[in-house]
């Protein structure tokens, strides 16, 4: 077994009691199994290319976005230019 490490973490009190459900129906041991296998497949999850994109082209736009008091896009522009990407490569150009 890996070496294990105490932490402490609070959380609300909605959150406690939907732990302490989860709990009582059987499906974990007790809160900390909970804790520790939602953890764990979060961190499984974060796609590093994912993370790269945030980090390097959203997060600098939204940062322009607050500064300069412009807008970003609208849905319709966002679904609308999804839509036409995905007519294209179905087309197959």
Not at 14 to 22: F, G, K, N, P, T
Not at 25 to 52: C, H, I, K, T, W
Request: hydrophobic letters at 40%; glycine letters at 8%; charged letters at 30%.
């Amino acid at each position: 077994m890996s070496a294990v490490r105490k932490i402490t973490v609070e959380v609300s009190q909605a959150m406690a009691e939907e732990i302490d459900a989860r709990v009582a129906s059987g499906a974990y041991l007790d809160a900390a199994a909970f804790v520790q296998e939602s953890v764990a497949n979060y961190l499984d999850q974060r796609d590093p290319e994912v993370e790269r994109w945030l980090k390097q082209q959203v997060s600098p736009t939204l940062d322009r976005i607050r500064r300069e008091g412009t807008r970003g896009l609208t849905s319709e522009e966002v679904f609308g230019g999804l839509k036409d990407r995905y007519l294209a490569r179905k087309r197959g150009g």
